[in-house]
């Protein structure tokens, strides 16, 4: 089965840029039907959606970070990436990728384990 | 921008009760409602799309309803690993996709 995993930097200095990636094993993520996302969890609060990605590369964003990200993916490597820039410590955060099901509803069937990203000098 | 408001923020409950966790939305959001299991130190865990639609492997006590802007995650008899943190999620209106701020689901 589908399975994601993570990987990111760990620490990131203020205002520098964020980048995670996802590995996705297990199925393609050329395959249609299903959208690319990811989703932070602040440290003790609750989930906050940062946009998604088809693997034509056709994204949407959540507007309260929308100037500050970008997503791309890479076919080849099975992979999809987040870059979040002029991070601050408001960006400090676990980072998971998820895989979007277009039949649920748009509901996220398959997670990563996270990744925590910790912004400070 | 759909905002979700769930109640209780914690229910104190013991194995074998029934659960009952709701998710208000300031407006309809039809039927992409999902619900989501999150366990300390672990990822989400999707079990209800399409309001009531189980997610595969999902256990039959685990069940959902509602329409419009009401929704609610029963689960009809407590085990023991049902204790965590509970999310409901829009994709209705969009974006943003917008969580839920969550229910606790803690051992009396």
């Known amino acids: 089965q589908v399975q994601l995993q993570e990987s990111g930097p760990g620490l990131v200095q203020p205002l520098q840029t964020l980048s995670v990636s996802c590995t996705v094993s297990g199925g393609s993520i050329s395959t249609g039907g299903y959208y690319w996302s990811w989703i932070r969890q602040h440290p003790g609060k609750g989930l906050e959606w940062i946009g998604y990605?088809?693997?034509?590369?056709?994204?949407y964003y959540n507007p309260s970070l929308k100037s500050r990200v970008t997503m791309s993916v890479d076919t080849s490597k099975n992979q999809f990436s987040l870059n979040l820039s002029s991070v601050t410590a408001a960006d400090t955060a676990v980072y998971y990728c998820?895989?979007?099901?277009?039949?649920?509803?748009?509901?996220?069937?398959?997670w990563g384990p996270g990744t925590t990203v910790t912004v400070s000098s | 921008e759909s905002v979700l408001t769930q109640s209780p923020a914690t229910l104190s409950l013991s194995p074998g009760d029934r659960a009952t966790l709701s998710c208000r939305a300031n407006?309809?959001?039809?039927?992409?409602l999902a619900w989501y299991q999150q366990k300390r130190g672990q990822a989400p865990r999707l079990l209800i799309y399409d309001t009531s639609n189980r997610a595969p492997g999902i256990p039959a006590r685990f069940g959902g309803s509602g329409s419009a802007t009401h929704f609610t995650l029963t689960i009809s008899s407590l085990e023991p690993e049902d204790f965590a943190v509970y999310y409901c999620?829009?994709?209705?209106?969009?974006?943003?996709?917008?969580f839920g701020g969550g229910t606790k689901v803690e051992l009396k």
């Open positions: 999620q829009q994709r209705s209106h969009w974006p943003p996709l917008t």
């Open positions: 407006q309809s959001i039809s039927a992409y």
């Open positions: 998820a895989r979007v099901v277009i039949d649920y509803f748009y509901a996220m069937d398959v």
């Open positions: 990605i088809y693997y034509s590369e056709s994204s």
